[in-house]
């Protein structure tokens, strides 16, 4: 029985002394007397909130052998996600615990994980069950998940990601530089995608229906689009550096957002200025359409001071005024003062 063992399983024993208890020579250290303790809270923690990993971390199936619910992770996950084929470093072990520090996580989590630096599998191994038993906490996982990639087990840390997040980004194999959306299906989304003409949906692929592909160029367009539906929700997407996906909120967009978006990714073509003053009678006939072929701040003025704001207003798509057709003796007689035919 190693020194850890023997404190955990001496419960009567005053709790002064078994901080002092005497251990093996190989373990006489401050380090086995801290990790026994840690490890020590995290079970009594689990006693407490009755915390079982009854579910796979990485694909949610029931957990069925003891070995697999005593790490949280099934052994196909396991061996698919959690191989070690890498070198843990000290900056990596360091890195995780700052993050571990930052978190939201328990203190039992961080007591646990400081006590094993010297051993970061077991570090990981301790995030792991503690994501499995707390997988209705979307925000518990997605730190465990941040601080296991920070650790170097990237895939890992990516499964947990995707599973528990309602968007994901990633990009494309080839060198295209495009990107591929996958999402659940909104109505508001699927019906603004189809406005993206660069976006080509994608076969279907996992758990989400609905794919599309787009270009970097409208990246803030479809951010845009995804807030209406998806704001202040979590998205996995491609990282900067280092990891190979990262997790982000979405912010919240309304319909004002989305068409300005729409507007700047597309701007409307400006109709070309006429040579010579035009005034078209539109399709309802209370109302005129006056173009000129240049602005006039003369025009302008007494054109405002002649007509009420009631009876007229400026067009910005089409670039003109438009007013009541009851003034169009008045409006052609200020075209002819202040352009009298000149460009």
Known sequence: MNAAEHILNTPDAPSKARGMAKVDSTTNS????????????????????????????????????????????GPVCSKKHYEIDFDITNEMVEDALGMLHASGLEK?????????????????????????AHLDQVDVVLACAEIMSALGFDSLGDRLRERNTNVIITKTDDDSGDFIIRCRAKIGVRRYMRRVKEATSVAREGRFKYGWRFPASRKELVWAILGEDFGHQWATVPA?????????????????????????????????????????????????EIHTPHRNFGFVAEFKASVNYKHRTWNRDKVCWTVEARFEAKTRELVAKHFNGRK
């Not at 401050?30 to 009854?54: M, N, P, Q, S």
């Not at 970061?120 to 301790?126: A, T």
């Open 108 to 132: 039992p989590v961080k007591l646990a994980a400081k006590a094993l630096k010297t051993k970061p599998r077991d570090l990981c191994n301790v995030l792991v069950w503690w994501a499995s």
């Open 240 to 288: 900067l550096q280092g990891k190979s996906s990262q997790v982000v909120k979405i912010p919240a967009t309304s319909y004002y957002n989305i068409r300005q978006a729409f507007t700047k990714a597309y701007p409307p073509a400006k109709p070309a200025a006429p040579a010579q003053p035009l005034i078209v009678r539109m399709g309802d006939p209370g109302w005129l």
């Open 30 to 73: 401050a380090a086995a007397h801290k990790a026994a303790d840690a490890v020590g809270i995290i079970r009594e923690w689990g006693k407490v909130y009755t915390l079982t990993a009854t579910e796979c971390c990485c694909c949610g199936i029931p957990l069925r052998d003891a070995m697999s619910v005593t790490r949280g992770i």
